[in-house]
Nanobody
Framework: QVQLVESGGGLVQAGGSLRLSCAASGSTFSLGAIAWYHQAPGKRRELVASFRSDGSTSYADSVEGRFTISGDSTLKTVTLQMDGLKPEDTGVYYC?????????????WGQGIQVTVSP
């Protein structure tokens, strides 16, 4: 089992920055990737960025060039640096992890953390 805890959310003005962290504990040796998801109010959860155990990353088109995901091969801590925030980035951000590299492999989820971007 793996436990995920998010931190770093809050309120920021448009154009500002926030840094989210996902701390993994438990059987982290079994993980292949950690990802961040965004759920805007009234919308479904969407993949924002993922970090794989080989150091490779991927991003949604909506955040490419503004957000940066980083970590190390242990996947015990993965951070999401969010710059140039927009009001549409508002919502709950979830950390997810699994043994594989793909969203279908994400078996573990954090409780979510609120990010609010004011106009």
């Amino acid at each position: 089992q793996v436990q995920l805890v998010e931190s770093g959310g809050g309120l920021v003005q448009a154009g500002g920055s926030l840094r989210l962290s996902c701390a993994a504990s438990g059987s982290t040796f079994s993980l292949g990737a950690i990802a961040w998801y965004h759920q805007a109010p009234g919308k479904r959860r969407e993949l924002v960025a993922s970090f794989r155990s080989d150091g490779s990353t991927s991003y949604a088109d909506s955040v490419e060039g503004r957000f940066t995901i980083s970590g190390d091969s242990t996947l015990k801590t993965v951070t999401l640096q969010m710059d140039g925030l927009k009001p549409e980035d508002t919502g709950v951000y979830y950390c997810a992890a699994g043994g594989g590299w793909f969203p279908s492999d994400y078996d573990y989820w954090g409780q979510g953390i609120q990010v609010t971007v004011s106009p």
